[in-house]
């Protein structure tokens, strides 16, 4: 089974940083496309971020420039460095495997969801 555990939210004032860790255990992230998400309170889940097994990387519209997405495939983690956070950052983040249905926002082509991690940026 495919698990995936994230960490590394927490609280930030704007203009702030944090570096999200995606781990998996049971598979070994390296032959996957994974991809960061968020839900904010009230709003659906959407897409941030995501790497493909040739690392290139795909970014939603809001983060570019400011998000970077990185897999360290020895530590079998992938990262999402967030700088220069906004409020409209905050939510729940969680990291999913890509099982290629659809586009890579589409929260329905994906399997294997972690139980996510908060980030609050507030002043």
């Not at 004032?13 to 996957?32: E, I, V, W």
């Not at 998400?37 to 795909?58: C, H, L, T, W, Y």
């Not at 969680?94 to 507030?122: E, K, L, N």
């Amino acid at each position: 089974q495919l698990q995936l555990v994230e960490s590394g939210g927490g609280s930030v004032q704007p203009g702030g940083s944090l570096r999200l860790s995606c781990t998996a255990s049971g598979f070994t992230l390296d032959n996957y496309s994974i991809a960061w998400f968020r839900q904010a309170p009230g709003k659906e889940r959407e897409g941030v971020s995501r790497i493909n097994p040739s690392d290139m990387p795909s970014y939603a519209d809001f983060v570019k420039g400011r998000f970077t997405i990185a897999r360290d495939n020895a530590k079998n983690t992938v990262y999402l460095q967030m700088n220069s956070l906004k409020p409209e950052d905050t939510g729940v983040y969680y990291c999913a495997v890509d099982s290629h249905r659809g586009a890579w926002t589409w929260t329905g082509a994906y399997d294997s969801w972690g139980q996510g991690t908060q980030v609050t940026v507030s002043s």
